[in-house]
């Protein structure tokens, strides 16, 4: 199985500064349609998990434009460029290239 | 809006079998590949089954086959999980998504549910 890997575990950020995660898969997630099927959630506490980003960097209907995604291959980031109160929570990369999809361990984002 | 409630969690003993359903409502149902996902307590997410858009066609983790089957019934909106052989490790939230597609090609799973509990012990 594809293993994802994420960084830091723990972000303890600072309102209104900027945040990001990185992921990095163990084989390249480009698809032979050409297409990469990394995939961004955020899970908030009591809530469903929410996906913010597909495909490395589309960002899903209603996201906030403060999320983006990036990166290509193997590597691969999200980023928040002014973090909200809202934005706490438990965020996840997943890829969908190889069978079984696999997910990263979580990156905890939290207000300082 | 979409709308995905799963139902059916609850305790039961080892060896023991338990019905997951999931409500679906907000989008044609019969036109998108659904996933069952879980996570278990102090763990990451683990993708368990999908079933493109007919029933037709399903797909199992190698953790749960032969034990759990996905179905639908399209003319109920709803979703399913046969678990069956239940063991401590299958103790989880378990999340019903929608896939982007028919087929749950990329397996791109974008609206989930908020879950329900299955606890085996």
């Known amino acids: 199985d594809v293993v994802m890997t994420q960084s830091p575990l723990s972000l303890p950020v600072t309102l209104g500064q900027p945040a990001s995660i990185s992921c990095r898969s163990s084989q390249s997630l480009v698809y032979s349609d050409g297409n990469t099927y990394l995939n961004w959630f955020q899970l908030r506490p009591g809530q469903s998990p929410r996906r913010l980003i597909y495909e490395v960097s589309k960002r899903d209907s209603g996201v906030p434009d403060r999320f983006s995604g990036s990166g290509s291959g193997t590597d691969f980031t999200v980023k928040i460029s002014r973090v909200e109160a809202d934005d706490v929570g438990v965020y996840f990369c997943m890829q969908g290239t190889h069978w079984p999809p696999t997910f990263g361990p979580g990156t905890k984002v939290e207000i300082k | 809006e979409v709308y995905l409630l799963e139902s059916g969690g609850g305790l039961v003993q080892p060896g023991g079998s338990l019905r997951l359903s999931c409500a679906a409502s907000?989008?044609?149902?019969?036109?998108?590949?659904m996933s069952w996902v879980r996570q278990a307590p102090g763990k990451g997410l683990e993708w368990v089954s999908a079933v493109r858009d007919s029933g037709a066609t399903t797909y199992d983790a190698d953790s749960v086959k032969g034990r759990f089957t996905i179905s639908r019934d399209n003319s109920k909106n709803t979703l399913f999980l046969q678990m069956n052989s239940l063991r401590a490790e299958d103790t989880a939230l378990y999340y019903c998504a929608k896939c982007s597609g028919a087929t749950c090609y990329g397996f791109d799973m974008d609206v989930w549910g908020k879950g329900t509990t299955v606890t085996v012990s």
């Open positions: 907000g989008f044609t149902f019969r036109n998108y590949g």
